[in-house]
């Protein structure tokens, strides 16, 4: 714990630094701002691109070792069929509340906010156009797992591996071990690349931090107050929500997961990614006990499937949008809409501003017009911060969760 402490409170100083640099530049250096910006979130890049190298093996390596170990293919269907009761239920209630909570505090009656970014708004709709259910089967299924590999298609490994550890499961030990001890031993390898990696990690939060203040100053933490306001008021109702689950589910070992994952939820909170954690909490999970099976074959699942952060973003800036609009949607329109999130968003992790391209493609859909994106994009990066983190959250106590009902939660934790 005591490493995981140092890197705790070296994140939070280049938190706080990041700020105080970003600050300085945008005050005192206009002029070199932009090359200030592009130039110091080099540092936030090497820190993602370094995870993002890790992530494709680590989700297959561990995917494929937990349901060869399963052997029982029953039990794989057992545990997949818990997780995805989670997913569904958990999903649901995001976009539900998120809905409620939109149309209750009406963030956008009351903010009359100028249209600016229109370039980036343009090419988050040009990416938006032509989705369908034919993109959506073949953003799930590959046609080339080296593919899927090179671009990071999570939820396409994912199904590759599943496949491919079950057929391994089919096998007798004699025939299977060697591959599956290969397949092991790889994955604590990358686990251990981990350790190294996440010290890179207080630099990434610096340089992405300090980039953002410069940018925009600190008028960007007034500008949109009561839009920023409603929605983390939200994201607190959402994390109350979890929590009381959680704890009815792991009782007073819920403050222990939350103390274990404290550094993920901070960098995923300072990065705005929820896949540069991914290996991180994957250690994390294990050494606060969750069987490493289940993690293996929980985890990949939950970041294409339990995005809970984004869900209830996705109905909170859709209905916002309307509102500033003035458009009025009806009971009926608004559930419809929550449907079609709630299909649309599944399989889209690791797509580049992903929930704001769902988003435009639905508000398209119901007459808003999808442009309205260019409200929201100036603060986007500070929502994302919220939802990133959230995301984390909620795929730490499905994890656990499903852990605890299979009797396979390890009360004494261990480390790895």
Known sequence: MKGQNKLFFA???????????????????????????????????????????????????????????????????????????????????????????????????????????????SEIINNSKGFSLEDFVKHIVPKSIFEAFATNEVLQIVLFSIMFGVALSQFSDDYSKPIIKALDITAHAILKMVGYIMWVAPFGVLGAIAAVVATNGFEIFKVYAVYLRDFFFALGILWLLLCIVGYLILGNRL??????????????????????????????????????????????????????????????????????????????QQITMLLVLMLTSKGIAGVPRASLVIIVATCSMFGIPPEGIALILPIDHFCDMGRSMTNVLGNALATSAVSKWEGQLDHHGGEL
Request: aromatic letters at 10%; glycine letters at 8%.
């Open 11 to 121: 994140i939070i100083i280049a938190l706080i630094l990041g700020v105080i640099i970003g600050g300085v530049v945008h005050t005192q250096f206009p002029d070199s701002i932009t090359s200030f910006s592009s130039n110091i979130k080099l540092l936030g890049t090497i820190f993602i691109r370094l995870v993002q190298m890790i992530i494709a093996p680590l989700v297959f390596t561990t995917l494929v070792v937990g349901i060869a170990k399963m052997g029982d293919t029953a039990m794989i269907g057992r545990v997949g069929g818990k997780a995805m009761l989670w997913f569904i239920s958990a999903s649901l209630i995001s976009l539900l509340l998120g809905l409620v909570l939109v149309n209750w505090l009406e963030p956008g009656r009351v903010t009359q906010l100028p249209i600016q970014d229109a370039q980036s708004a």
């Open 255 to 332: 403050f222990e997961l939350l103390r274990r994952i404290k550094a993920p939820l901070l960098i995923a909170f300072s990065t705005t990614s929820s896949e540069a954690v991914f290996p991180k909490l994957v250690e994390e999970l294990e050494r606060f006990g969750c069987n490493n099976r289940i993690v293996s074959f929980i985890l990949p699942l939950g970041y294409s499937f339990n995005l809970d952060g984004s869900m209830m973003y996705m109905t909170f800036a859709s209905i916002f949008i309307a509102q500033i609009y003035g458009i009025e949607m009806s009971v009926g």
